[in-house]
């Protein structure tokens, strides 16, 4: 907090939102954060969790590799997932036999941009998917997700500006924010729905807000 509050802009935010508040699923291997994200992908919230709850009563609980892999596919379908997505939980189960997705303790020893590099080779996970495993699961405190429109916007929020920055911009601005860009990335998503907030206010709201 002191480290970003060396803005003024910064500062403001930070006073008005409190401590950052990122909370961290530390019991969660990253093999099942890449399962549930895929099953988040262009979803809203209630019907990925809808799809997410039956997928683990076929088990349960939480699958191992293994059991998705010898379940049949319309098995899988009736859940909710498109075969796309079906392929993708096959192709992550497989990945994660074969030891390209590591362990928690095994991903500890490896560096963000390792993590990024390998795990981004597996069909239906890009960089922003393995950028949210290192914030979320495994609570790596400098990633600043440059790609995500939330990030971007809560920027264009904090300085006022016309237009979101681009990313390669946001990636250069965001290196004064190291060590801690991910703590710079809780800010900005909250500054992003300040801004959503404010921007559904009436008018006569918004002017006595301010």
Excluded: N
């Amino acid at each position: 907090m002191r480290h970003l509050s060396a803005d003024s802009d910064w500062a403001q935010l930070i006073s008005e939102v409190g401590r950052p508040r990122l909370e961290v699923a530390r019991r969660q291997s990253p093999y099942e954060a890449l399962m549930r994200a895929i099953a988040h992908q262009q979803l809203h919230g209630q019907a990925a969790r809808a799809i997410t709850a039956r997928f683990l009563a076929l088990y349960g609980g939480f699958p191992e590799p293994a059991q998705v892999l010898a379940t049949p596919e319309a098995m899988l379908r009736a859940c909710g997932f498109s075969a796309t997505k079906v392929a993708c939980l096959r192709e992550i189960s497989a990945r994660a036999l074969d030891g390209t997705i590591p362990s928690r303790a095994a991903a500890a020893r490896l560096t963000d941009e390792r993590l990024i590099e390998r795990l981004t080779t597996i069909r239906g996970v890009g960089r922003w998917t393995v950028e949210m495993l290192l914030i979320f699961t495994l609570g790596r405190k400098d990633v600043l997700p440059v790609d995500d429109f939330g990030v971007r916007e809560g920027y264009r929020v904090l300085k006022r500006l016309d237009a979101q920055p681009r990313p390669k911009a946001l990636a250069e601005i965001g290196a004064a924010w190291a060590p801690y860009r991910s703590v710079a990335a809780w800010y900005l998503w909250r500054a992003a729905h300040r801004g959503r907030q404010s921007a559904a206010q009436p008018e006569g709201a918004r002017i006595l807000a301010a």
